[in-house]
């Protein structure tokens, strides 16, 4: 056996189990536990940590709940490292539940109750590059027999519908080649299928196919997974905030809002990276704002700054070394766009002020009235949903000067955006969609949000872009509308009036509609088919006696 050691990772919902399970592995010397965690965000913090594991082993409970969940950490996991070996212990799953493990690329599974020597086998089978999929169902003592005695032959079929895979993978192939190539896996593949039934035993794997050994003539495990560190923050209060924020990052920013981002034109990847850059950038500077002086300007001038920080960065990785002039004409282009951008954009940001007196060191966070502890979990929640909404918004802020001046750079569009936006009309669909946003935020929405004293935040929840209301008076603000933002409130209040009263009336006229067809035109006709039916009835009657008149 090889002296290199297998590093796992567990991950379950139940602590004992976590304790149970680590207790019983650590009599395995070939086996070491480099950390464990619950299903949830903190496992995914402590994984981004540049941890460096063989196999992640992730426990599923029964508990809907806890079942639910932990799926969606699996999935999300074979979403954030494709190339990271999952083990899973599950209760009894249907084949149809396995199905879908095994479609997420799930490399191994086993029951939970089952014994020791059995997740060991697992394991070993997925650290050494192989799958592992345990049937939980015992078989009979024939379908055992039956099992070693076509053994052999199972394996050889296994191998025979590999060198098929192979042979369809040619594109060279001519159509009466791949024809008989098809028909002849799929006869495989049923009698593969039968083979299983017959034997209860899942699908063999080919012994041919397992890793080659090492220099020394022992096998050693497939190579470690390094899981990509995110960003590093310095040692600060605020670390473990800006620490759970790159995680919500990570796990994705797919827009599930009826509202076009700008960075919806990103590709998944890239989208993240912007966001992080922007979290990283913010992290280092914002110590350079002093909390004595808490006038709005201050905040504002800083945004800016990391606005065009953030532009100037991304710009730069994205495109390449900027010459002296192209450096000078960006700056140009970015003084010129903070004016729009800070219409569109920055002035429908919420609560900088208090995000920034947060990060400052001021103790204490005030949320409806209602005054908390700085790391209250209430305090801690409302400023990473402030955190998240100021990186989304910046991140927008950036998208749109590249949107404004730069959409077209062949660069940008084979590096940046996602495949459906790189034609002139999609991009083109998509400015105009931006354009009419804009238009929609600023004589609607914007005075509707005033009217309801409310605000809106762009959060992170689960891999996706949500939108969050929070509460906040904002009387002063409603009296300076003027114009269309003005008429827009009228008319929510004119509905809010006009609607009860449209309402019983419709609903008195449908009574009054429902009433008529019923009682009076569907009696009528009632009474109308009734003696029709009466009549034919009577006709029915008299039949018999006129046949008996020509007798």
């Not at 593969?192 to 050994?213: H, Q």
């Not at 220099?215 to 997974?225: D, E, F, R, V, W």
């Not at 429908?348 to 409806?368: Q, R, T, V």
């Not at 609903?507 to 019923?518: D, H, K, Q, R």
Request: glycine residues 6%; contains cysteine.
């Amino acid at each position: 056996m090889t002296k290199d050691k297998i590093k796992l990772f567990i991950a379950d919902p139940d602590s004992i189990f976590r304790l149970g399970l680590r207790t019983a592995i650590a009599q395995y010397a070939d086996f070491e536990i480099v950390g464990e965690g619950d299903i949830s965000n903190n496992t995914f913090r402590e994984l981004t940590q540049g941890v460096v594991l063989n196999v992640l082993v992730i426990g599923i409970s029964s508990h809907p709940t806890s079942l639910n969940s932990s799926l969606e950490f699996c999935q999300q996991l074979r979403q954030l490292y494709p190339q990271l070996p999952l083990f899973i212990l599950t209760p009894n799953f249907s084949a149809k539940e396995l199905a879908k493990l095994k479609s997420w690329g799930v490399r191994g599974y086993c029951d939970r109750s089952a014994s020791i020597n059995t997740v060991i086998e697992g394991l070993h089978s997925v650290a050494y590059g192989s799958t592992y999929w345990h049937n939980h169902v015992s078989p009979r003592l024939w379908q055992k027999a039956l099992s070693r005695i076509s053994k052999s032959g199972r394996l050889e079929l296994q191998r025979t519908l590999q060198k098929i895979e192979k042979q369809l993978a040619n594109p060279n192939l001519s159509d009466w080649e791949r024809v008989f190539l098809v028909g002849r896996q799929r006869e495989l593949l049923t009698a593969r299928w039968v083979s299983n039934r017959l034997t209860a035993e899942d699908e063999l794997e080919d012994a041919t196919a397992a890793p080659e050994a090492s220099a020394g003539g022992k096998l050693a495990p497939i190579s470690p997974t390094e899981l990509t560190p995110l960003p590093v923050f310095a040692d600060s209060a605020n670390k473990a905030i800006y620490q759970r924020v790159v995680t919500d990052i990570q796990l994705g920013l797919i827009n599930k809002t009826d509202i076009p981002l700008e960075i919806d034109l990103l590709q998944p990847e890239i989208k993240k990276s912007l966001c992080h850059l922007i979290l990283q950038r913010l992290s280092e500077t914002i110590t350079k704002i002093p909390i004595a002086d808490t006038i709005e300007q201050n905040y504002l001038d800083y945004l800016q700054a990391l606005w065009s920080w953030s532009i100037e960065c991304f710009f730069v990785q994205c495109y390449g070394q900027l010459t002296v002039e192209e450096e000078q004409q960006l700056a140009i282009i970015i003084e010129q766009e903070f004016t729009i951008v800070n219409s569109n954009i920055f002035y429908y940001i919420y609560g900088l002020p208090e995000l920034i007196e947060y990060l400052l060191g001021k103790p204490g966070l005030s949320i409806d009235n209602v005054v908390y502890q700085s790391d209250a979990p209430e305090a801690i929640a409302r400023i990473e949903f402030l955190l998240h909404n100021l990186i989304i918004q910046l991140a927008n802020g950036v998208m749109q000067v590249i949107l404004n001046n730069f959409s077209d750079l062949e660069i940008f569009k084979y590096k940046l955006y996602q495949s459906d936006y790189k034609s002139d009309r999609t991009l083109a669909r998509f400015r105009n969609q931006l354009s009419w946003k804009y238009r929609q935020e600023l004589y609607f929405t914007h005075p509707q949000n005033i009217f309801e004293s409310r605000h809106r935040l762009f959060v992170l929840s689960s891999g996706v872009i949500r939108i969050f209301y929070v509460y906040a008076p904002r009387k002063e603000e409603l009296e300076q509308l003027v114009g269309i933002p003005w008429l827009t409130t009228i008319g929510i209040e004119t509905r809010d009036a006009i609607a009860p009263l449209v309402r019983k009336l419709i609903a008195f006229a449908g009574s009054g509609v429902v009433f008529v067809l019923t009682q009076v035109i569907g009696r009528g006709l009632g009474l109308i088919g009734k003696g029709i039916i009466q009549g034919i009835g009577s006709t029915m009657k008299d039949i018999p006696s006129k046949k008996n008149n020509y007798k």
